[in-house]
């Protein structure tokens, strides 16, 4: 049947306590009585705090005990490790709202910015800059055709390569 509880629900001991549903403050605290989010929890003896795992028992995401997080893996190595599934041709993607791709990992090691199978490793799809501060040192405007080298890429009537600086050949 069903049960209600009125007031504080504690699973655990009076010195360990696993579970509290804190109803006066809205929290439930896993592991603690001392949470401070809606939902908080600590791990105990050196366990990690969480796992979030698929129906037949796969890690999907994991909080190890270190801090670092696994998505596809139950030991991620990194602060941010990601493994994709062996039939995924990019196991790691970003997308905007509207499903274009902003950033792509390959499961061939490929990088691709703008497109969703990069062919090379550093793929870029639309106008490409580098530089620091505010001034671009190289620049490629896809749409015009013109590189600039040591200028923000602005070309003059019909200049497809602008060098501001030496050339050295």
């Known amino acids: 049947g069903n049960g209600v509880v009125n007031g ?73 490790s990601v493994k994709g599934n062996t039939t995924s041709t990019n196991p790691f993607e970003v997308n905007s709202y509207t499903n274009d791709n902003l950033f792509v990992v390959s499961s061939n090691g490929f990088v691709g910015f703008g497109t969703s199978s990069p062919s090379a490793r550093a793929d870029v799809w639309g106008n490409l800059n580098v530089g620091t501060g505010t001034i671009s040192t190289f620049f490629v405007n896809t749409s015009t055709g013109v590189v600039g080298i040591g200028n923000n890429g602005t070309a003059i009537a019909d200049e497809k390569l602008r060098v501001s600086g030496r050339v050295r050949a």
């Open 8 to 80: 504080n629900f504690t699973v655990g001991t009076t010195s360990d306590t696993l579970l509290l549903a804190d109803i006066a403050n809205s929290r439930i605290n896993i592991g603690t009585t001392t949470g401070n989010a809606t939902l908080f929890v600590q791990a105990k003896n050196g366990a990690n705090p969480l796992t979030v795992a698929s129906q037949t028992g796969s890690s999907i995401l994991t909080v190890l005990a270190n801090g670092n997080v696994g998505i596809g893996t139950d030991s991620g190595t990194a602060t941010f």
